[in-house]
């Protein structure tokens, strides 16, 4: 004998902004004039019914840094308070307490000053089903803000391999990296192969 315990589909999120979502649900909606193709997404709908994340997972945003206290995302992001390692594995003293670092001002608050990294934050990890905003791929996550892209969203490899390494020495199971170059760094991509997570990079941006 055992409870009649309670189960549903999580579906379609109740997040506000939800349906213009297209990548997560297409409808075949119309977006800022343009008309989506149905079907043409990640079936996020039918993932969510499986799994909408399980809160544990640590995934590092290398980017332009996370608005801290977005109503979206400060439920979902890494808590380095109690402890948090450097590039190059030392303890950092008083730990990392506002979620990352920022290696453009190399200090311990990684906070957005352009809007793209908590864009793309956003889509990785938004809270979910909270009658609010969007809903991210995991609706339940750990997200690391890594700031290495300034407020005109530039920055450098070598801030680049240090985030990488960062993530790595502080448990992060998947890198996030939506920016690019038209030069190829053997140091960056030795950084990423030792990294043993996922690696998860933007492409196609300019038409490249």
Not at 35 to 44: F, Q, R
Not at 152 to 164: E, L, Q, T
């Amino acid at each position: 004998v055992e409870p009649n315990y309670k189960i549903q589909a999580f579906g379609v999120p109740n997040d506000t902004f939800f349906s213009q979502q297209w990548g997560h649900h297409n409808t075949g909606q119309t977006l800022s004039s343009k008309v989506g193709t149905n079907d043409a997404d990640i079936d996020a709908p039918e993932a969510y019914d499986i799994f909408t994340g399980g809160g544990s997972s640590i995934i590092a945003v290398i980017d332009t840094g996370i608005l801290l206290t977005h109503e979206d995302l400060s439920a979902n992001l890494w808590d380095g308070s109690a402890g948090c390692k450097d590039e190059n594995n030392n303890v950092i003293t008083g730990g990392c307490p506002h979620n990352g670092w920022d290696y453009v001002n190399n200090d311990n608050d990684p906070s957005d000053d352009s809007g793209h990294g908590t864009l793309v934050a956003g889509v990785v990890g938004a809270k979910g089903n909270n009658s609010k905003g969007i809903s991210g791929v995991n609706q339940t996550v750990r997200i690391m803000s890594l700031k290495t892209l300034d407020s005109s969203g530039r920055g450098d490899v070598a801030d680049s391999i240090k985030a990488i390494n960062f993530a790595k020495n502080n448990g992060a199971k998947v890198i996030n990296a939506s920016y690019g170059s038209s030069s190829f760094s053997q140091t960056e991509k030795d950084a990423i192969d030792a990294f043993p997570g996922l690696g998860v990079a933007a492409a196609g941006n300019s038409g490249k």
